[in-house]
Protein backbone atom coordinates (compact mmCIF):
# COMPACT_ATOMS: atom_id res chain seq x y z
CA UNK A 1 0.00 0.00 0.00
CA UNK A 2 1.33 3.35 -1.17
CA UNK A 3 0.60 6.72 0.88
CA UNK A 4 -0.46 10.29 -0.77
CA UNK A 5 -0.89 13.43 1.44
CA UNK A 6 -2.06 16.84 0.02
CA UNK A 7 -4.26 19.66 1.27
CA UNK A 8 -7.49 20.36 -1.02
CA UNK A 9 -11.30 22.05 -0.10
CA UNK A 10 -14.19 19.77 -0.10
CA UNK A 11 -16.90 21.26 -1.77
CA UNK A 12 -20.48 19.35 -1.34
CA UNK A 13 -19.38 15.53 -1.67
CA UNK A 14 -16.39 16.27 -4.31
CA UNK A 15 -12.58 15.73 -3.11
CA UNK A 16 -10.45 17.67 -5.52
CA UNK A 17 -7.07 15.68 -6.22
CA UNK A 18 -4.24 17.29 -7.35
CA UNK A 19 -3.20 16.86 -11.31
CA UNK A 20 0.13 14.94 -10.18
CA UNK A 21 -1.84 12.08 -8.73
CA UNK A 22 -4.61 11.80 -11.51
CA UNK A 23 -2.69 8.86 -12.38
CA UNK A 24 -5.06 7.37 -9.40
CA UNK A 25 -8.25 7.60 -11.34
CA UNK A 26 -10.41 4.40 -11.03
CA UNK A 27 -7.85 2.72 -8.06
CA UNK A 28 -9.48 1.90 -4.68
CA UNK A 29 -8.25 4.13 -1.65
CA UNK A 30 -8.35 4.40 1.61
CA UNK A 31 -9.28 8.02 2.44
CA UNK A 32 -9.14 9.62 6.02
CA UNK A 33 -9.67 13.22 6.40
CA UNK A 34 -8.28 15.10 9.06
CA UNK A 35 -9.51 18.55 9.09
CA UNK A 36 -9.84 22.40 11.17
CA UNK A 37 -12.28 22.53 13.95
CA UNK A 38 -14.07 25.91 13.44
CA UNK A 39 -14.48 27.09 16.78
CA UNK A 40 -18.31 28.42 16.10
CA UNK A 41 -18.97 24.54 15.01
CA UNK A 42 -21.78 22.96 17.17
CA UNK A 43 -20.87 19.50 17.74
CA UNK A 44 -23.36 17.13 18.29
CA UNK A 45 -25.48 16.59 21.82
CA UNK A 46 -24.51 13.15 22.67
CA UNK A 47 -21.13 14.36 22.01
CA UNK A 48 -20.60 17.62 24.12
CA UNK A 49 -23.04 15.29 27.10
CA UNK A 50 -19.93 12.83 27.27
CA UNK A 51 -17.31 15.33 27.11
CA UNK A 52 -18.88 17.29 29.92
CA UNK A 53 -19.31 14.33 31.90
CA UNK A 54 -16.20 12.97 31.58
CA UNK A 55 -14.20 16.41 32.63
CA UNK A 56 -16.81 16.40 35.55
CA UNK A 57 -15.38 13.92 37.35
CA UNK A 58 -11.64 14.15 36.32
CA UNK A 59 -11.10 15.66 40.07
CA UNK A 60 -12.01 12.55 41.68
CA UNK A 61 -8.22 11.17 41.27
CA UNK A 62 -6.67 14.63 42.18
CA UNK A 63 -4.19 14.13 45.13
CA UNK A 64 -4.08 10.64 45.13
CA UNK A 65 -1.60 8.01 44.46
CA UNK A 66 -2.03 5.52 42.12
CA UNK A 67 0.14 3.13 40.95
CA UNK A 68 -0.26 -0.31 39.42
CA UNK A 69 1.68 -1.95 42.45
CA UNK A 70 -1.07 0.20 45.01
CA UNK A 71 -4.00 -1.04 42.80
CA UNK A 72 -2.39 -4.46 43.02
CA UNK A 73 -1.89 -4.04 46.61
CA UNK A 74 -5.65 -3.18 47.63
CA UNK A 75 -7.24 -5.94 44.92
CA UNK A 76 -5.11 -9.01 45.63
CA UNK A 77 -4.60 -7.91 49.67
CA UNK A 78 -7.12 -11.06 51.09
CA UNK A 79 -4.68 -13.63 49.23
CA UNK A 80 -1.32 -12.20 50.60
Known sequence: MQAIQFNTKITGTILKIPAMFRN??????????????????????????????????????????ITKQSIRQKSWRNRS
Open 24 to 65: LVNRNATIIVLYDEDENETKPSHIKKTTEQFFSICGIWENRE
